[in-house]
């Protein structure tokens, strides 16, 4: 936002600079962005009135021609290209050294076709001062040769660019850059008074306003101007639109964009004869409608687009720009001043989808002040009658179906203490939000109460925003630090520094192990994972529909992840992916937050060599790098469950002491058919939180024993619907603390064992700390393994 200084000193009575550095730095001390700020005479240095005494043509140049100019302190020689120079004219000379705004080249004296420049005469748009630059600037008679230029219009102002936050829509104004500049000093903004001579007729019998869409209009008023002249603006106006960025076009036209600079609420002028019925309907468009803008562009429309509209259809697009068929232009005679409140959310999304922001977009998707609406139209009929002449018609026609509650905001004095770290007065409390005109309306319950004005509705709603206001009206830099504080070591605090060590050494072990470590969007699509059989934390205000709630778990991510390196680099490629992070579950009455650990396989395998055949990641790669990573914690005792679940994904539950700390995914290629996914995709996804309560708190080490182990191998069918896991747990139950290990090596099946049998071919290992085992002792445990394993599964020996 661009705020002229000399513009806000006549809104505050009163206000006088002393020292400009003084009033940047207070600005900046109440929060205020200052990014720019731009002495207006700074400009202009070394830029003087000079008198041309005297013309010639340039000997070597036609179109040149050599000047004698007098400025005061000397007589110059210069060289000008403009063909309207004359002898007795005042011009603005730049010496040299000076440095033309519009352009940015600093002159020098130097030699143009042989002959001496010692200066240059500028033309309008050269000076910054507007567009035109059919010759140089020729200045009234009584101008002084010498005199500062800077002085000569009066060029004594400060632009400052300050940085605007969206929930600040009241600082699109001069008026609200005024209000936070006088609470500064103690003052008051004072707007300006309204003069108005009403004719007898009323707006009301010429304009009828309809609002279909009540939820995106909240308010809409309309007034007649009759019988105006449309012309140049006087320079008053012209040099306040300049100086806050804006191109003057026509005095009805700059009228409206003044209003809207100075109060922050836009406004349109329509050409009332083309007002087609007489009426004005506000209400959303049809999906596909399309609208022709003031700059010529068609806009396709949908049916959230708010529009303006006449008789015959749309006029303009509500709060962000009218059409080009109702603009106002030298033939107008009679004007529609339409001033309203639009809401912020649908012009935010109706801009953002067109891809058309304005000066009003931008300050209605801030929310602007719906009770200062008939003031601005008062405000703009006013200067129209004054700079445009004309009838202006009594009253104004007020649409306000709903009307705004009066906002209230209560806070206490001794959380504000607390929050800002000062002690502070009730009394200063309501002083300094006064100073903002944020008003004391009485106390209760502990509470101080205060009026909030419509220009902060969207701003301030809660305690912690007044205490906000509060800090940076009693200025940050007032705030001062207390570094005094006193450490009791006489307790234990746990700072869970073995924790955080047990997921670095975890993130540590991973990438050691050939892993790329990954990060995946925490927010997710809630439809893609309600197949997780888990309630998910559902977000209100979404970046995105498929970024809608909290994501359950980190597998899907993780899937996701290994899709979109399939996509970039062929399906051929070798990934081993892992993360660290945080998962979310809505519980019902409460959010749980746990910490995940989820690694992941897919593809080739990343082992080449010349005597090692090209193979694919298995589920035995997963099983193997899990059954690492728990060895390496020391967690010996877990077991797998597996599941088939829907849709073709079958995972296992890994428990451990009768506990689930994670599970194995498979994820299988019906899951990828839109991707051309030629493998499954292996993922462990544990619970980092229910492994570390595994954890022995040390490294514990067994004695090897001294005596040799007695290996035996056996060959047993069994039905196919019997699992390893069911098999493995007869086994060790029978084999007892003698059988140190059990490991499957052989699997096999054809039509000969039958299509429901299969052969499986165990190793099991066994031995004594004690003694070397008999064969008698070691054949005993066998046969007790296979008389169990008959028993309890069906299970036989195979014959050889």
Not at 739 to 757: A, C, H, P, Q, R
């Amino acid at each position: 936002m661009r705020i002229s200084l000399n513009w806000i000193k006549t809104l505050i009575p009163g206000f006088k600079v002393e020292s400009y550095e003084e009033l940047f730095k207070d600005m900046v001390g109440i929060g205020l962005d200052i990014e720019s700020i731009e002495n207006e005479r700074e400009k202009y240095e070394n830029f003087v009135i000079g008198e041309v005494l005297e013309t010639e043509k340039h000997p070597n140049a036609d179109k040149l021609t050599l000047c004698k100019v007098n400025i005061g302190e000397s007589v110059l020689n210069i060289v000008c290209g403009a063909q309207n120079v004359a002898a007795g004219q005042k011009v603005c000379v730049a010496k040299i050294g000076a440095r033309i705004p519009n352009g940015g080249f600093e002159i020098k004296k130097s030699k143009i076709r042989g002959e001496l420049s010692e200066g240059m005469i500028c033309a309008e748009d050269e000076l910054g001062l507007s567009e035109d630059h059919s010759g140089i600037m020729v200045l009234n008679p009584d101008a002084k040769a010498g005199q500062e230029f800077s002085n000569y219009i009066g060029a004594d102002d400060y632009f400052i660019e300050i940085g605007v936050t969206p929930n600040r829509g009241d600082l699109f104004s001069q008026t609200g850059m005024a209000r936070e500049i006088a609470g500064i000093y103690g003052l008051k903004v004072r707007q300006p008074e309204i003069n108005i001579s009403e004719s007898s007729e009323y707006s009301k019998d010429f304009i009828d306003i309809t609002i279909e869409n009540t939820n995106y209009c909240k308010r809409f008023t309309g007034r007649i101007i009759k019988d105006v002249t449309v012309k140049e603006s006087p320079e008053w106006l012209k040099k306040s639109l300049k100086a806050v960025g804006l191109r003057p076009i026509n005095n009805i036209v700059d009228i409206t964009n003044y209003v809207m600079m100075e109060t922050g609420q836009p406004l349109h002028a329509f050409d009332y004869d083309r007002v087609k019925g007489r009426k004005i309907i506000v209400r959303t468009a049809n999906e596909g409608d399309k609208f022709t803008t003031l700059d010529s562009k068609e806009r396709i429309l949908n049916a959230n687009s708010l529009m303006v509209c006449d008789g015959d259809g749309p006029s303009g697009i509500a709060g962000i720009m009218g059409g080009e068929f109702s603009e106002i232009s030298g033939k107008t005679k009679n004007v529609l001043i339409e001033v309203a409140y639009f809401d912020p959310v649908c012009v935010r999304k109706n801009s953002k989808r067109l891809g058309l922001q304005t000066d009003a977009s931008q300050r209605f998707e801030r929310g602007v002040d719906i009770a200062n609406i008939p003031y601005v139209s008062d405000r703009a009929s006013s200067l129209i009658q004054e700079l445009a002449g004309g009838k202006v018609l009594k009253g104004i026609v007020d649409v306000y179906p709903h009307k705004f509650e009066k906002l209230t905001v209560g806070m206490r004095s001794e959380w504000a203490e607390k929050v800002i770290g000062i002690r502070i007065s009730k009394e200063k409390i309501i002083s300094l939000l006064e100073s903002i005109e944020i008003n004391f309306s009485g106390e209760k319950d502990g509470y101080l109460h205060f009026d909030i004005p419509e220009y902060r509705r969207e701003d301030i709603q809660r305690e912690i925003d007044l205490i906000e206001e509060i800090a940076r009206l009693y200025g940050y830099s007032n705030i001062e630090n207390d570094y005094s504080f006193k450490l009791d070591v006489s307790g234990h605090i746990d700072y869970q520094d073995k924790y955080i060590n047990y997921i670095n050494s975890s993130r540590e072990y991973f990438i050691g192990r050939g892993f790329n470590e990954i990060i995946s969007y925490s927010q997710q699509d809630d439809k893609k994972i309600s197949q997780f059989n888990v309630k998910p934390v559902l977000i209100k205000n979404p970046n995105s529909v498929l970024m809608n709630s909290m994501r359950v778990n980190l597998m899907y991510g993780m899937v996701m992840t290994v899709l979109g390196n399939i996509n970039e680099m062929g399906k051929d490629v070798s990934l081993r992916l892992f993360e660290i992070g945080k998962v979310f579950a809505d519980t019902g009455s409460s959010f749980s937050e746990e910490s995940h650990l989820c690694f992941s396989v897919y593809g080739k395998r990343d082992t080449k060599s010349y005597d090692i055949k090209e193979s694919n990641f298995d589920f035995l790669d997963i099983k193997g790098e899990l059954g690492m990573y728990l060895a390496k914690l020391n967690i010996e005792n877990y077991e797998l469950i597996y599941y088939n679940a829907e849709g073709g994904n079958g995972y296992f539950d890994i428990k451990s002491k009768n506990s689930v700390i994670g599970n194995i995914w498979i994820v299988n290629r019906k899951v990828f058919s839109d991707f051309d996914v030629d493998y499954e995709v292996y993922v462990v996804e544990l619970i980092l939180d229910s492994v570390y309560k595994l954890l022995s708190g040390g490294s514990k080490f067994s004695e090897i024993s001294k005596f040799p182990p007695a290996k035996r191998d056996i060959a047993i069918l069994s039905d196919k619907k019997v699992t390893f896991f069911e098999l493995n747990n007869v086994i060790r139950e029978s084999g007892g603390s003698r059988l140190k290990s059990v490991n499957l090596f052989d699997i096999y099946s054809d039509e000969k064992l039958g299509n429901e049998m299969k052969s499986m071919t165990f190793s099991l290992e066994f031995g004594s700390d004690e003694k070397t085992l008999t064969d008698d002792e070691v054949n005993g445990m066998i046969q007790k393994i296979i008389k169990n394993l008959n028993k309890k599964l069906g299970v036989t020996l195979r014959a050889n």
